[in-house]
């Protein structure tokens, strides 16, 4: 079974330019979530798709960040326009099923973009 | 708002040495716990979780973890580490109200051979 998996893997770009990062989940699983993390810093929630709907985006930093995931499947976090601080590692997750404590809500990782902003 | 602290930002050991590296939440209400490891090069990967029961828990590769629920801390352990467990470990707390995991900001080890 295929895992997560994100692209690309790293991005370079300067700051002002448009980045757009793409999550491909696991099959099937309706539940997919956005992390950031900042070099030094914790692993940061961004947000949280059940589906195609946004069930939570407490995390997203400001407006610049726009996170869709149209028909439910991949999604992709667009970064326009970048700034020296959006700098990070951004992972994605996906789960079958969201809280609780069964074996079908564990939360798979992808391997994460490292986005660079100069 | 809710934390993780880990305290251990780096740590070499030779290999056979004891591991314990700590994380401490802070948070008031029922809580989920895990222990997540990236090795070099791969993806975050689930090494093992608590949710109820034997504070106890085993995971994966000979690690565990023991919930203290008075000292909110979720210390992992593994009695004797091996090369192959140079990686970083984060601990993640998830209140059970939600889905959002609260990452610590992961502790790496070094083994040497």
């Known amino acids: 079974e295929a895992g997560v998996t994100q692209f690309p893997s790293h991005s370079v770009i300067e700051k002002g330019q448009t980045v757009t990062l793409r999550c491909d989940p696991i099959?099937?699983?309706?539940?997919l979530y956005w992390y950031r993390r900042v070099m030094g810093k914790e692993i940061k929630f961004l947000l949280h798709?059940?589906?195609?709907?946004?069930?939570?985006e407490s995390g997203m930093p400001n407006n610049r960040f726009l996170a869709e995931r149209t028909g439910g499947t991949y999604s992709t976090l667009k970064v326009q326009p970048a700034e020296l601080e959006d700098s990070g590692v951004y992972f994605c997750?996906?789960?079958?099923?969201?809280?609780?404590?069964?074996?079908?809500?564990?939360?798979?990782f992808g391997p994460g973009t490292r986005l660079t902003v100069l | 708002a809710q934390s993780v602290s880990q305290h251990n930002h780096h740590v070499i050991l030779s290999e056979a040495a004891s591991l314990e590296l700590g994380c401490n939440y802070s948070?008031?209400?029922?809580?989920?716990l895990f222990w997540y490891v990236q090795y070099p090069g791969q993806h975050l990967q689930l090494l093992l979780k608590?949710?109820?029961?034997?504070?106890l828990v085993k995971g994966i590769k000979g690690f565990e973890a023991e919930f203290i629920k008075s000292k909110f801390s979720f210390n992992l352990r593994k009695p004797s580490v091996q090369w192959s467990d140079t990686a970083e470990y984060f601990c993640?707390?998830?209140?059970?109200?939600?889905?959002?995991?609260?990452f610590g900001t992961g502790t790496s080890l070094t083994v040497i051979p």
């Open positions: 608590y949710f109820s029961g034997d504070p």
């Open positions: 997750a996906s789960s079958l099923f969201a809280g609780g404590s069964g074996p079908y809500n564990e939360q798979f």
């Open positions: 948070y008031g209400g029922t809580v989920n």
């Open positions: 099959s099937g699983h309706d539940n």
């Open positions: 993640a707390v998830r209140p059970n109200t939600g889905n959002q995991f609260y």
């Open positions: 798709f059940v589906k195609e709907s946004k069930q939570d």
